[in-house]
């Protein structure tokens, strides 16, 4: 028999917080019978916190009169699970709550649906148990109510010995390998449970069965260039023949002033708005130039999910459907490819696996059998996995050296070899800013590049070009040169002195500035970024002694570290890297007349501590290693423009050799969008309650499809607390950010019940989904987007212009706003309703400009906000 556990608690804090619900259920592990059951209300003594009321439907009216967690309940809790097995999913919250409550199940065997989950469903974005339930078709009611999440936990339990089962035999070999490294007893118990009696491995058949699945990277035959006549004639020619396609006015001009760019060696930003089908504009030229030619053509995208869709959507249909051979291929930042040589270099160092690192690699061995593209964000990784990733995944390219007797099994290797012969190679923003900054570029000879959601080229390069490291870190860093030396079996004299003493200086140095930040903090934030600016190095003279200081300490370090023998050397050279990086953070960053050219910023979150440095100037990075060395770059993106002038992004990015095109949308706004803005909700800058009535009056009225945009997680929280209970009532689900549910889960369950659905997300998250076809009808506008007033990077280049806010906040503004609303209008027949909340659109100098984040034709109210609901109200009765 097993016993399954779930509770309901007042938050995540097992030593503040208290218990609100328990439940217990014994089952047959074979038949999956119920034998027992037990549940119970408790009242916690303390008031419910009203986002778990929210989540839970627990208030205190409920617990008024149930037992509080006293010795009757412990014992009664302890009888029922007795020294059986405990089944939750995801143990330690729960178990950690009992123990803390004085149930003492320590040595009660353990196991854990999020555990198997993680291994068996290792291609699901979300491990929520309701999730699970949903995906599985494991229909039950009523989430995060403790009785029913047990039952759902025994359910999904049944399904997962279901899949185990199914594995077939060199799968069960694998796992039980791996499984047979873990903690003898619970090996014992799950082996049994999921039919992994098998034969046991060898470390070199386990060995050799990765590697037949992985394979060497054999050399790839490149393909000869195609006799073509390539002018403007054939671009239309192959858009009047490609399937279920109609030929668009503005794609066919975009694609062939993309032609005409990239055969003449020209420089060209396009805005090019919705419906022009701006990807295949340039896709089609490029693959048609670089068969003819065997240029190979470099595609930037923002982000990895925009790259994957041009990947797996529009190449995939071009090469189905265009008569012309081409090759292409994505790659991704180093640290995306697993590293097989770490791999089975962690397996052989490390005799026992702990519950994270059996869960880690074993779901890691089935995804290898399985990717064909061999990148690790094809995987959800978990916090406690995020270290494990980090020491398998590539750190720095001498794995790529010959003494690697894993080179061609590489997946970076086979990656790049891949990209390097191919005709169109689909990278991100991040990846080619960061490896164009490299010494080891790989797109040092690159002739054509085509940049997509340019207007975020200069966040993208001021992240890319971030270097940092915090006291853990640090720490850390230390700790691992020393183990591994130790492992080694390498000594080097007084070495952990010297680290004691390197490790204390820098903590006195983060105290420093830790002070002076405190000064600046006056609100006393748990999180605090600090501009490093000249008012520090004024009234911290004494800093400099302590930054030659502690440079001096690196310097003899490194002379002790550079004399160790060339074999063991090689096994820390990486780890030597990252710690010369810190000497650099630290030079740069607290290096006064460093100030024209960085940013150096100093990070308070709650107990870490970051220091950090940043390019001040975007643009000069871009022109030393792009623009002066790429000979045809095109643009483009849907908001690039501001009042039908670049002169903001020509600014921003430098383009002084770039010819510029603006297309002109196909949309009627005048007919297919309205923008009301309400008159009498007053400030926005306060949460007054006119605006959550209002929200709360609208959603009651559309009922669905709506989506809330907000600038920060305090606002979309506050909404949330407002409208959800009252929403329920209506059978209106608030689908918020905020709450608890991963982004993949809130997506999927909008977009399967967006008929009773309302989203609460932040900016950042809309400009990660596509919501096709007729998902949403209506978007809130909470708040402008601009950039927060204490920003350290807003605050150093607000330095560099005579009027900021109207040169820099407001253009970023009004192009973050118009990508929201670009976004929405996708055909000629949607049509849709913005609500914007946001006052200060009318009660401002500067409201006229911000006019200009939204389409020139669209209908503006400006109304009481009654009178616009009674209007609404009418129209969609």
């Excluded at 180093?334 to 690192?357: C, D, G, P, T």
């Excluded at 297309?663 to 007054?688: C, G, H, M, R, V």
């Amino acid at each position: 028999m097993i016993i399954a556990l779930d509770l309901e608690t007042t938050w995540v804090n097992s030593k503040k917080d208290k218990i609100l619900e328990v439940a217990l259920i014994k089952f047959d592990e074979n038949t999956f019978e119920i034998i027992d059951t037990f549940s119970t209300l408790i009242n916690p003594e303390i008031p419910i916190p009203e986002v778990i009321s929210n989540i839970t439907n627990i208030f205190d009216s409920d617990v008024k009169n149930a037992p509080v967690f006293d010795e009757n309940i412990i014992k009664i809790i302890k009888n029922f699970i007795w020294d059986l097995p405990i089944l939750w999913h995801n143990t330690n919250f729960d178990r950690d709550f009992l123990i803390e409550n004085g149930v003492l199940i320590e040595k009660n065997l353990v196991l854990d649906t999020f555990f198997l989950s993680n291994i068996i469903f290792f291609e699901e974005k979300s491990l929520n148990l309701w999730n699970l339930c949903e995906v599985l078709n494991l229909k039950l009611e009523d989430a995060h109510r403790a009785l029913n999440d047990t039952k759902a936990t025994i359910l999904l339990f049944e399904e997962i010995i279901k899949q185990f089962k199914s594995l077939d035999i060199k799968q069960k070999k694998l796992l039980n390998f791996l499984f047979s490294m873990w903690d003898k007893d619970l090996f014992s118990l799950y082996k049994k449970l999921l039919s992994l009696d098998v034969e046991n491995l060898s470390k070199e058949e386990f060995t050799k069965t990765i590697l037949n699945k992985v394979k060497k990277q054999n050399k790839i035959e490149i393909k000869d260039k195609i006799k073509l006549d390539l002018n403007q004639d054939t671009i239309k020619e192959v858009l009047q023949k490609l399937p279920n396609s109609e030929i668009r006015e503005n794609q066919l001009f975009m694609a062939k002033a993309i032609l005409d760019s990239i055969l003449n060696d020209k420089k060209l930003l396009i805005e090019a708005p919705t419906w022009v089908w701006k990807t295949f504009a340039y896709l089609i030229p490029s693959i048609l130039k670089s068969v003819k030619t065997w240029e190979q053509v470099i595609i930037s995208t923002n982000t990895k999910n925009l790259q994957d869709q041009i990947f797996y959507k529009d190449l995939e249909f071009l090469q189905k459907n265009l008569w012309y051979d081409f090759t292409y291929s994505k790659l991704k930042w180093k640290k995306n490819y697993l590293s097989i040589s770490k791999y089975f270099e962690y397996l052989e160092e490390n005799q026992f696996l702990s519950n994270e690192e059996v869960s880690f690699f074993s779901k890691i061995t089935l995804w290898i059998l399985k990717t064909t593209y061999w990148e690790l964000d094809e995987l959800t990784l978990y916090p406690n996995e995020y270290f494990l990733s980090r020491e398998l995944s590539w750190d720095d390219l001498g794995v790529l050296s010959d003494e690697n007797e894993f080179k061609n099994y590489e997946f970076l290797f086979k990656a790049r070899i891949k990209a390097q012969n191919s005709n169109i190679v689909i990278v991100n923003h991040s990846l080619l800013i960061q490896d164009s900054i490299s010494s080891q570029s790989l797109f040092k000879e690159v002739k054509n590049l085509i940049i997509d959601e340019a207007h975020n080229l200069e966040d993208t390069t001021t992240d890319a070009s971030i270097e940092s490291f915090s006291l853990s870190f640090l720490k850390d860093l230390l700790n691992k040169i020393l183990n591994s030396l130790k492992k080694l079996k390498y000594k080097v004299d007084n070495l952990d002195i010297d680290f004691d003493n390197l490790y204390n200086q820098i903590t006195f140095l983060f105290d420093i500035l830790t002070e002076f930040a405190n000064k600046k903090n006056t609100y006393w934030n748990e999180v605090f970024d600090l501009l490093i600016d000249k008012t520090f190095f004024i009234e911290n003279k004494e800093i400099n002694n302590l930054k030659e200081k502690i440079e001096i300490n690196f310097i003899e370090i490194f002379n002790k570290l550079s004399i160790i023998p060339d074999n063991i050397y090689s096994k820390i050279k990486q780890d030597i890297k990252t710690l010369e990086n810190i000497l650099s953070v630290i030079g740069i960053s607290l290096n006064q007349w460093n100030l024209d050219r960085y940013i150096p910023i100093f990070q308070i979150k709650k107990e870490e501590k970051i220091l950090l440095y940043t390019v001040l100037i975007p643009w000069n990075t871009l022109k030393n290693i792009l623009w002066d060395k790429v000979d045809n770059i095109i643009l483009t993106s849907a908001t690039l423009s501001i009042n039908d002038s670049f002169d903001y992004i020509k600014h921003t990015l430098k383009l002084d050799d770039f010819n510029f095109l603006k297309l002109e949308t196909d949309f009627d706004y005048e007919k297919q969008a309205l923008l009301f803005i309400p008159n009498d909700l007053w400030s926005i800058k306060y949460q007054n309650t006119k605006i959550f009535d209002f929200c709360l009056d609208f959603l009651k009225i559309v009922m669905w499809k709506t989506l809330m945009l907000f600038t920060s997680y305090s606002s979309i929280k506050d909404t949330y607390l407002h409208l959800n209970l009252e929403l329920k009532k209506s059978w209106i689900s608030l689908l918020a950010q905020w709450v608890w549910w991963s982004k993949y889960k809130i997506l999927n369950h909008f977009l399967a019940s967006s008929n009773n659905s309302v989203l609460l997300w932040t900016d950042s998250f809309w400009e990660w989904i596509d919501i096709p076809g007729d998902n949403l009808k209506y978007l809130i506008i909470y708040k402008f987007p601009f950039l927060v007033p204490n920003d350290p990077i807003l605050q150093a280049r607000w330095k560099l212009y005579n009027n900021a806010f109207l040169e820099y906040s407001i253009p970023k503004a009004i192009i973050k706003t118009k990508q929201w609303f670009w976004r929405l209008i996708r055909t000629k027949k949607d049509n849709w309703i913005v609500v914007l909340l946001d006052d200060r659109f009318y009660s401002t100098s500067w409201w006229d400009i911000m006019k200009n984040s939204f389409p020139w034709d669209i209908k503006i109210k400006n109304w009481n906000s009654k009178d616009f609901l009674e209007i609404l109200k009418n129209k969609l009765n």
